[in-house]
Each structure stands twice: as C-alpha cells, then as structure tokens.
C-alpha cells in the first residue's frame, strides 16, 4: 500500500525556521518526483516546490523562492523541505504528493505549520 | 505561469441530479509524449485531496464511474453522472504540465 506521511508542523515564530519530512513507502520512492502542495486555512491548494526523481532539478514558488529548500533522501525514503525565514503567511496544512508524470496521484495527510508571535 | 480557470466555484445540487464542472487552461497542456496533463482531486471536508482523475479522462483505482473527465485544447470537463451525498467536497483541476505546478480556484458542491 502506498503511504507518505508528513511530519514535521507545528507553532513557529516569524523568522524562525522548520523542517517538514514526508516518509513514504509501498513503492519505488527512486522513480518518483515529489510535490509539496499546502492550503492555507479555508483557501485553495497552492504549489510550493518540486524535485524530480533524481533530484536534478528543483523548482520552488515565487512567494518561497530563496527561502525554502526541498531535497529528497533515496536511502530513507524520505522527502524534505527546509523551511528559512517563515512567515506569518506561510501558515497552511503542508502535503507531500508523489508524480510520475504530471499527475499527482498520492498524497499525504498532511501537517499543520502555524506561523504566529 | 499556467492559469486554470474553474466555474462555477460554488454548484448546489440535488440528489441523483447530475453536476458538471468546467476548467479552462490558458495555454497548451499537451505533453511530449501527446498526452494531456490535465488532473481532477477531490478534497472532502477534513480530508487531504485524492485524486480522481488524470489526463483528461482516466478514472483513478476505487474511482466510482459515475465520475467521467472530458475534454480538449484548453477546455476540460468533470461531470458527476447522478450525485450522491458522499459526493460533497471541493473538486481542482491542475496542471502537471509545467512548473510550477497550477491549480483551479475549486469548486465547492452541496447538497441543495
């Protein structure tokens, strides 16, 4: 069964940074690029940053560009991103989804980063 | 970057009645390979998005049939052939064509 399961939300302050981690299994990780989508409270989902499946290359969302980092470790099966200079707009649940081609077909459930004084 | 227009954004509809959503893509998304990079998802209440959809018309694994995706160049369809309650949710379109990766406003289906 596939699984990815984000982990790594939670209360931050603004300026301060995070690490989310989306640990997946059930299937090649090796094959696959990665997404990070997130929504913003009542809002519509936003793409935030991509890694193709041998991490050739990145691409990462005006508003997070020079601030956020997405990596993808092989040997753990585990998807990153690094989170710098967070803001309170930045706040949104945060979901890792995996693509083979254009599609997004999993996702994860998702973890919450709140972003306040 | 690849704007989708989606409408309506909110469509009240009655049980067993059918619903039809539009998404409207400003530029091509027809890929390589002939293939159009064009996803339907699904996010109910509470609940993370799931696909149900890709490439135009392919329904995804468990996907009811009474869900169908149509369309061509920059105009694609998802219709809900009768509504059930279990339908209630938010329906996107997105583009995997280019990045960055672009979704519609959503569309928000209610029982009337």
């Known amino acids: 069964e596939v699984q990815l399961v984000e982990s790594g939300g939670g209360l931050v302050q603004p300026g301060r940074s995070l690490r989310l981690s989306c640990a997946a299994s059930?299937?090649?990780?090796?094959?696959?690029?990665f997404h990070w989508v997130r929504q913003a409270p009542g809002k519509g989902l936003e793409w935030v940053s991509g890694?193709?499946?041998?991490?050739?290359?990145?691409g990462y969302a005006d508003s997070v560009k020079g601030r956020f980092t997405i990596s993808k470790d092989n040997a753990k099966n585990t998807l990153y991103l690094q989170m710098n200079s967070l803001r309170v707009e930045d706040t949104a649940f945060y979901y890792c989804g995996k693509d083979k081609h254009g599609d997004l077909d999993s996702w994860g459930q998702g973890t919450l980063v709140t972003v306040s004084s | 970057d690849i704007v989708l227009t989606q409408s309506p954004l909110s469509l009240p509809v009655t049980l067993g009645q059918p619903a039809s959503i539009s998404c409207r893509s400003g530029?091509?998304?027809?890929?390589?390979?002939?293939?159009?990079?064009l996803n339907w998802f699904q996010q109910r209440p509470g609940q993370s998005p799931r696909r149900l959809i890709y490439?135009?018309?392919n329904r995804d694994s468990g996907v009811p049939d009474r869900f169908s995706g149509s369309g061509s160049g920059g105009n694609f369809t998802l219709k809900i052939s009768r509504v059930e309650a279990e339908d209630v949710a938010v329906y996107y379109c997105m583009q995997g064509r280019h990045w960055p990766y672009t979704f519609g406003q959503g569309t928000k289906l209610e029982i009337k």
């Open positions: 530029q091509s998304l027809v890929a390589s390979d002939g293939s159009t990079l």
């Open positions: 490439k135009v018309f």
């Open positions: 890694i193709t499946w041998d991490s050739g290359s990145k």
């Open positions: 059930g299937f090649n990780f090796n094959e696959y690029a």
